[in-house]
């Protein structure tokens, strides 16, 4: 099937915005020979990273949502949030409370509230702490916790080799899916 043309333009915007951010690996015959492999090595880090980051924030999103369904039941199937958020008490619950916990915190009161699998607490866990690794160091694999092993390890891989982003991902999934079934009742849609 054709793409659309809102799809040929988000490409285009895509593109655009990976060649401006150094980021257009397509194009990397452009670059000198001496700097090829070095902007290659760039741009997979950076693409781990954001997924690591996006993940974090997804997971801190869900997290917020279902404290939400607690604190804010609804009265009607069709109420929103995108309506509670005209309300000037969930404005302030958001901005005071949730904005004010980190995604650690956040679980910690889900659990309360209803418990959670320890294995999913572990890969929040793991995830927080690689997040604050990759968001908070340019080179992480120099903090003292990496240090040894020389690289940034996640479940005893390096986060920056294949085999490391695909652990990491499928412990990822498994957060989000939990998360997602909890604050909306959604199953994943996994074989």
């Not at 793991?126 to 390890?153: D, T």
């Not at 390096?158 to 997602?180: H, M």
Request: some cysteine.
């Amino acid at each position: 099937m054709a793409l659309t043309k809102l799809q040929r333009r988000l490409i285009v915007e895509i593109e655009h915005i990976a060649s401006s951010a150094g980021q257009d690996y397509r194009n990397i015959e452009q670059y000198e020979e001496a700097a090829r492999t070095p902007k290659l090595n760039s741009i997979k880090r950076q693409m781990i990273i954001g997924s690591v980051v996006g993940r974090y924030t997804l997971a801190d999103e869900l997290l917020s949502t279902i404290i939400c369904h607690v604190y804010f039941k609804k009265p009607r199937k069709s109420f929103s949030f995108r309506q509670l958020w005209g309300t000037k008490k969930f404005s302030a619950f958001a901005y005071h409370v949730l904005d004010n916990l980190y995604p650690l915190q956040k679980m910690s009161l889900v659990h309360e509230l209803r418990p959670v699998p320890k294995n999913i607490r572990d890969i929040l866990n793991r995830l927080n702490a690689l997040r604050n690794a990759l968001a908070h160091s340019f080179f992480p694999e120099n903090r003292k916790s990496y240090r040894a092993a020389k690289a940034v390890i996640y479940r005893d891989h390096d986060i920056f080799t294949v085999e490391g982003f695909e652990v990491f991902e499928a412990d990822g999934q498994d957060l989000i899916d939990f998360l997602l079934e909890r604050a909306y009742g959604v199953k994943p849609d996994r074989d």
